[in-house]
């Protein structure tokens, strides 16, 4: 079993053949992280109910929470309009960050300083 | 002008020397867009206030809204764990998408198929 054909032809992936996968929590709203997905993960995704991922660092695939428990239960994806993104709707067990954050941007706002 | 050098020096930038953008209504918690930055465009984003990306396919700064008039005034920019990806916080003006549509991922919904 692989990706539904007609949502592969929509895919523009980039060299490394993943789109990006922006994980939001799907009831308050939050951005939780930026992920990458082939298209196994993907289907993986859409099929398992669980938000699998293409890991950059460890080169294989990898179920959010596998081994930290802080799975994703999968509400809804949806692509964006040139098919190099994906909007994946969940909900968050405990933290998103490996630093024990909810959210991978919680840690580091930016000075905004108009001129 | 350039960028804060402390903030430069938090960038993890990719092979084209871009971060990704997740763009966000502040209020509604809508994902908007996803877009591109180099160093240039999170500089004039954080100082003047209206959302610039890296425009990929045009390979130059892009003043988002400059042309359509759908501009993103800039609430908030946090940079994330790892230092490849800002959550954007606007307040969008009409449709971000080029199409027309509020959102880039309001067309093409993806069917979960639990096996």
């Not at 951005?31 to 938000?51: F, K, P, Q």
């Not at 179920?63 to 968050?92: I, M, R, W, Y």
Request: glycine share 8%; net charge negative; proline share 2%.
């Amino acid at each position: 079993m692989s990706l539904d054909p007609k949502v592969a032809a929509r895919l523009k992936r980039n060299p490394d053949g993943l789109v990006a996968a922006i994980v939001q929590q799907y009831d308050t709203g939050e951005v939780l992280m930026l992920a990458w997905m082939n298209d196994e993960a993907l289907h993986r995704t859409l099929t398992t109910g669980r938000a699998t991922y293409w890991s950059r660092s460890r080169d294989q695939l990898w179920v959010k929470g596998e081994t930290s428990g802080h799975v994703q239960h999968v509400k809804s994806v949806a692509l964006d309009c040139d098919g190099d993104a994906v909007l994946v709707k969940v909900d968050q067990v405990d933290g998103a960050c490996h630093t024990g954050d909810r959210t991978c941007f919680d840690a580091d706002q930016l000075e905004i300083a108009l001129g």
